[in-house]
DNA sequence: TTTTAAAATGAATGATTGTTCATTTAATTT
DNA sequence: AAATTAAATGAACAATCATTCATTTTAAAA
């Protein structure tokens, strides 16, 4: 079910993730091809000579081209689903909360903007099992957002929107930095892009109460 | 320095556009089959068997697949420049005017999701001569839609933020339906997504004369 | 009708490239 | 050291396809 035949993980020895670690190099090889240079404009062969290795060793550790840019995509979202919760725990302010979930969303994707559009470009050329997979991950990433949404709800600082609603929007907004820096150069920077976009986000959701509790935060 | 050397368009008796006709027929097919099944994975043979034709014959009209990806690109976003204007023309207040451009360029993108992902997919994989024509082109739709929230600012109605800000916002908005519907699948439906996002950005960008000023026409 | 030109065909070409596998090299074990 | 297993190589294979072009069909002109 996972991924190849002829290497078994963990072989013999102590800790032995080797293997792993071998096929790493080769996932972040074809991270960066596929992302600068697109999945079909990469070959096999040049994916290997980044990586330091012949062509037919790579099928030792991946049945396929196409698992390659699976565990490309899925390298990413799982940075995603890593870096947002760390900064959210952090804040205990709901209002905090959200603004750090939103914040961090928005970094994480500019530090590797042309790795986010991977999932934006090639997600459709998978098999429908491994589509899933990504979508899963998505949806998990989606709902820490949701929860600081409903937080702040539920504590009467914003007015009562669908959750959901507004938390693509977050998503869609932090993937908006990689897609907008790929389409129209840059505008401005991150930190004008995160700051505009958070104050337009909160003035939209406010209620007055929350409004109110927020001014604490800026003025200290 | 257009397109295709072989065949000159306009030629003899009349009107003469059979030439471009015929081209579209292609066109249209290849926007089809790139949007659904990817550009890569769509074979020139295939193209011609859905417009009616041989393969070869692909070739009198177009010097490439690649300009048939440029043309299918370009007839979407000259769809958006055709009818986003159209519906900002029909209002006279500058609210309704920007209210009706969000309107418009969402519901355009939502009239062909998949044609409109074709742009964010494909676009990297064209020479930049071609790329800089497609950027072009969405920078005046862009133009649109910041010269509606301009209005708002001077006449009052909108507090004064970074117009270039808030158009790229409005523009991945109308995107965000396309990229969603793919990726996420139905939450709720355009409609919803309309008027929730217009409500959001209204609220969020009103000043108190604006906030005033507009509900004349809720009221109506 | 005869001639000439345009439109269309589709088999053949040529180049590309993912994948395999017989073979070599390196590491482990006995 | 010898034997055995694992890791790695890279040339060869097979399949795919964009593109071409000699040929046929259709239309227009003389």
Known sequence: MSSSQTVKRG????????VLHRRRKFVTAATELFSNNGFHETT??????????????????????????????????????????????????????????????????????????????????????????????????????????????TAGYFRKINVEFISYRVVLLAHGWALKSWRLGKLHGVEEYIDGNLDLFLTALFTSKGRHHYRKFCKA
Chains 1, 2 share one sequence.
């Open 44 to 153: 096999v062969k040049e994916i290997a000579e980044k990586a330091g290795a012949s062509p037919g060793l790579i099928y030792n550790y991946v049945r396929d081209k196409e698992e390659l840019l699976l565990l490309a995509i899925m390298e990413v979202l799982e940075s995603y689903k890593k870096e947002i919760p760390r900064a959210v725990r952090d804040n205990n302010d709901p209002i905090l909360r959200f603004s750090a979930a939103l914040t961090a969303y928005i970094k994480v994707v500019a530090d590797k903007p042309k790795a986010t559009l991977l999932a934006y470009r090639y997600t459709a050329i998978l098999p429908s099992e491994m589509r899933n997979k990504i979508k899963e991950m998505e949806v998990e990433t989606n709902q820490i957002i949701s929860d600081c949404i409903a937080a702040c709800i």
């Open 11 to 18: 072989t013999s020895s102590a800790g032995g993730n080797s």
